[in-house]
């Protein structure tokens, strides 16, 4: 049984990859860019904005870890149908499972993707992740050019989960029965506000770190150089939105990662401490 791993360069899909090679699992991936994916397995080129260039890369393979694209999710939900894929576990997100994100674009992209895989009549799997911890990393440059992180919405609570967590949970569903028509919302163990990631980064890496509070605007401003062509004026509403919901109240948690893996979610500080030469290499 071969599985193909989409998104395979992106934090998840690599511990994906990793945590399927050592249960033992046939596997191949995809990259826009295969030279430079790195990946010690079968990398074949596609891309999910070209849906068509995944005919051979889906050639005898059963089961699929999906990276959310809504542009290409129609189109390779149904080629994957044609294929003979059997079952698809989908990167969604945490706004997905909540009405209460309205028709921001994370919650609207999410449902567009999980709707084209369920639509094709193959067996899914959702996964819905809350915040990645992996989203510190925007941090990382400053942290080591000017010791500092500025934040927008420093008291904002967040439910950061590790990438080998949802990975792991991938794999799990995976390769073991029982997951099919499971949307699995997945947290960390704990609700905790930014300035208290910054200072968990900052034992890690043995070195205090200072927050700078921005306002508002430049903090749209800053948005919308993360994101390019990406971030609209509605885009950045919404996350404006986001970050005041989650400075008035603490982050939802489930307790999904646990029961599923027997074991607690990791936390922030073991997040921090597997990527200390993030912040200082
Ligand atoms: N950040 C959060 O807090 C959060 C929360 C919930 C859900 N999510 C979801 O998780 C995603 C991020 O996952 P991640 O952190 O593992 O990824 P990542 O590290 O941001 O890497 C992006 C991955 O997407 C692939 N990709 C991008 N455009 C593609 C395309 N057109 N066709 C095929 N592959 C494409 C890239 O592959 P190549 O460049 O190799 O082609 C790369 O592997 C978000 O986009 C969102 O949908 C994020």
């Known amino acids: ?20 090679l050592e249960a033992g699992a046939s596997v191949r991936a995809t990259s826009r860019n ?36 809504p542009a290409g999710a129609h189109g390779f939900a149904e080629l994957a149908k044609a294929k003979g894929v059997k079952h698809i576990v989908v ?25 084209a895989v369920e639509r094709s009549g193959i067996d899914w799997t959702f996964l819905r992740p809350g915040g990645f911890a992996t989203n510190t ?17 420093p008291d904002a609570n967040v439910n950061s989960i590790h990438e080998a967590d949802i990975a792991a949970v991938a794999v799990k569903a995976l390769l073991e ?14 609700s905790i506000p930014e300035r208290r990631q910054v200072e968990l980064i900052g034992a890690a890496i043995g070195r205090e770190i200072k927050l700078v509070e921005l306002g508002v605007a ?14 609209d004026e509605k885009l950045l509403d919404s996350m404006v ?10 982050a939802d948690l489930t307790t999904v990662v646990q029961d599923l893996l027997g074991r607690p979610a990791r936390t922030f500080a073991e997040w921090a401490t597997d990527h200390k030469t993030d912040f200082t290499a």
């Open 1 to 20: 049984m071969t599985i193909l791993v989409t998104g395979a360069t992106g934090n998840v899909g690599r511990s994906v990859i990793t945590q399927l």
């Open 34 to 69: 295969p030279r430079s994916a790195d990946l010690s397995v079968d990398v074949r080129a596609a891309d999910l904005e070209k849906p068509e260039s995944f005919g051979e890369a889906l050639e005898d393979v059963e089961k699929v870890f999906l990276f959310p694209n």
């Open 91 to 115: 990167l969604s997100s945490q706004a997905a499972a909540h009405e209460s994100y309205g028709d921001s674009p994370v919650r609207t992209m999410h449902l567009a993707v999980e709707a």
């Open 137 to 153: 990393l925007a941090w990382a440059h400053t942290i080591k050019q000017e010791g500092l992180v500025r934040l927008p919405f």
């Open 177 to 190: 029965d029982g997951h099919v028509g499971a949307a699995y919302e997945l947290t960390g163990p704990e």
């Open 218 to 231: 430049e903090a749209k401003a800053q948005w919308a150089a993360h994101f390019g062509d990406f971030a």
């Open 241 to 250: 939105q986001m970050y005041e919901q989650a400075t008035a109240r603490p």
